[in-house]
């Protein structure tokens, strides 16, 4: 079996950049030559689609309906990053039935040789699913900006995490700043108030600087990453990336997709499963 950093990318704010982080944090990641699995694990809005301009024909919900194998709803995106894309059907995983689940938890089992890295976009706000991915991954990367109320949120969402999923260790991404020096402001006035109040670690990653090319690319449904390499917020994506290069491989049991597919199941269908 092959392990497989999972890295749940999330802000508790919206609109902060989740998105454009994840993918191309997966983009400088692939072009690094690691084998790379996007998913977007956002229920409501499939942002990384448009932003990639990928028109995807099915999701998870077609798997579950025994319509098509789970590597068919898989979509070659930037630098052959592989995209999960949204599915209205993770919504239905609490209603699996036990065979179901078995069939989804082995499919994902059968992908792990193939990939490196899997990195989770995460909806906006603190909701169940954001909680339930970011417990089934290794490392949860929180996005922020200097907006008061981002810091706010991301407090907020570091508090429930800690509280309902026991994550203690943070990774944090300071996106849209002007200078270094900001990103360093931003993230220590997020640790004067996480750590002092929670019992949690926050580790500084990385800061993207705001960048009109960033913005002309999303208005094409092309990535940065692609279509202005040289630009400073792709600059800032390849030193995130080489970070999260340097983080240890998992160990076993935590490293394996499949794992992490487990544990985004409920514990009644679990054990249910695991009667049957
Ligand atoms: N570094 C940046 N420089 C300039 N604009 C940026 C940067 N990062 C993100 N943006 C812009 O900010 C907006 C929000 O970005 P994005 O969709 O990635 O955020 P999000 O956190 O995923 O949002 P949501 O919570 O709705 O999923 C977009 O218009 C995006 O192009
Ligand atoms: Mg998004």
């Not at 449904?221 to 202005?228: G, H, P």
Request: some cysteine.
């Amino acid at each position: 079996m092959h392990p497989v950093q999972v890295i749940a990318v999330t802000s508790g704010k919206g609109g902060v950049g989740k998105t454009n982080v994840s993918v191309n944090l997966a983009c400088q990641l692939a072009k690094q030559g690691k084998r790379v699995l996007l998913m977007d694990a956002d229920l409501g809005l499939a942002n990384v689609d448009i932003l990639l301009g990928l028109r995807p024909l099915r999701n998870l919900s077609h798997v579950l309906a025994g319509e098509c194998s789970l590597r068919d709803v898989l979509v070659t995106g930037p630098f052959g990053v592989q995209v999960i894309p949204a599915a209205s059907g993770i919504k239905q995983m609490a209603e699996l039935t036990p065979t179901q689940h078995a069939q989804l938890v082995q499919a994902f089992g059968s992908l792990e040789d193939d990939f490196d890295v899997l990195v989770v976009d995460t909806a906006a706000g603190i909701s169940d699913s954001v909680v339930t991915f970011s417990r089934a991954s290794q490392h949860v990367l929180v996005v922020v900006t200097e907006e008061p109320t981002s810091l706010a949120d991301a407090y907020g969402l570091i508090k429930v995490l800690n509280r309902d999923a026991g994550i203690s260790r943070f990774k944090v991404v300071c996106n849209m700043v002007s200078s270094d020096l900001q990103a360093r402001r931003i993230f220590e006035r997020l640790c004067a108030v996480a750590e002092r109040f929670l019992d949690v670690q926050l580790t500084f990653v990385g800061a993207i600087p705001r960048d009109e090319f960033l913005l002309k690319a999303v208005a094409r449904q092309r990535t940065v990453s692609e279509m202005f390499p040289a630009t400073e917020s792709v600059q800032a994506f390849k030193r995130l990336a080489d970070q999260v290069s340097a983080w240890p491989i998992p160990g076993e049991p935590r490293g394996h997709i499949e794992f992490f597919f487990e544990r985004l199941l409920p514990v009644a269908t679990r054990e249910a499963s695991m009667a049957w």
